[in-house]
């Protein structure tokens, strides 16, 4: 069985930093993409960052410049690193993987649990 544990998560006051980490475990022949999503009160899920299995990123406008994702192969772990810290971050924060559990079978996406980041004084 497949699952996706993230960690890191907790409250920071504006201008910190925190680093969120997921790590995939479970019968897994291939990961492509993975990423991070997040959703604060009120409001849909949005994508945060993506990386793919050659290392491409991208990111939403809101987090250019301010967050980085970069992922670990030998340990199926992504992470985000999320710097400049501000109050509209505040949300849960989700990871995804696109993952294969045998060379035939097809992609499937995973999400993890969910963190929560809250940034306040």
């Known amino acids: 069985q497949v699952q996706l544990v993230e960690s890191g998560g907790g409250l920071v006051q504006p201008g910190g930093s925190l680093r969120l980490s997921c790590a995939a475990s479970?019968?897994?022949?291939?990961?492509?993409?993975m990423g991070w999503y997040r959703q604060a009160p009120g409001k849909e899920r949005e994508l945060v960052a993506v990386i793919t299995g050659g290392g491409s990123t991208n990111y939403a406008d809101s987090v250019k410049g301010r967050f980085t994702i970069s992922r670990d192969n030998t340990k199926n772990t992504v992470y985000l690193q999320a710097n400049s810290l501000q109050p509209d971050d505040t949300a849960v924060y989700y990871c995804?993987?696109?993952?294969?559990?045998?060379?035939?079978?097809?992609?499937?996406?995973?999400w993890g649990q969910g963190t929560q980041v809250t940034v306040s004084s």
């Open positions: 995804y993987a696109l993952l294969y559990l045998t060379r035939y079978s097809s992609g499937t996406r995973y």
């Open positions: 479970g019968s897994i022949f291939s990961i492509n993409t």
